[in-house]
């Protein structure tokens, strides 16, 4: 992740103006625009890697919200862990755990 703002990220040499899932080997564009519209569904890439991801980082926008607590069960039994903020914040966490060797992954809906 090199950089982010209003409406876009810089991921690797990629301009992304969408939401966008990110792990260490994929960036996808991602068919969410606000947070309630997060399911579980549209985070199939997560669940589906070849080696499950450990900690999702979700970034809501300029603020953080709270995700429905049956779709956080559902995330917890599809094997991810939850890390919900703002999405500058979702930026760096990812950078700082993909550094770590984490395995980390990244829903980011733009500021």
């Given at each position: 992740?090199?950089?982010?703002?209003?409406?876009?990220?810089?991921?690797?040499?990629?301009?992304?103006?969408?939401?966008?899932?990110?792990?260490?080997?994929?960036?996808?564009a991602?068919s969410?625009?606000?947070?309630?519209?997060?399911?579980?569904?549209?985070?199939?890439?997560?669940?589906?890697?070849?080696?499950?991801?450990?900690?999702?980082?979700?970034g809501?926008?300029?603020?953080?919200?709270?995700?429905?607590?049956?779709?956080?069960?559902?995330?917890?039994?599809?094997?991810?862990?939850?890390?919900?903020?703002?999405?500058?914040?979702?930026?760096?966490?990812y950078?700082?755990?993909?550094?770590?060797?984490?395995?980390?992954?990244?829903?980011?809906?733009?500021?």
């Amino acid at each position: 992740m090199r950089s982010y703002g209003p409406g876009h990220f810089v991921i690797g040499e990629r301009r992304w103006q969408s939401p966008v899932l990110v792990t260490p080997t994929v960036t996808a564009a991602w068919s969410v625009e606000r947070a309630d519209e997060i399911a579980l569904d549209n985070l199939a890439l997560l669940t589906e890697m070849p080696t499950p991801t450990e900690l999702l980082v979700v970034g809501c926008g300029p603020r953080a919200v709270f995700l429905p607590p049956t779709l956080r069960a559902m995330l917890k039994a599809a094997g991810l862990a939850l890390e919900i903020v703002d999405t500058g914040s979702a930026c760096r966490i990812y950078n700082v755990l993909l550094a770590e060797g984490r395995r980390v992954a990244a829903a980011l809906i733009p500021l």
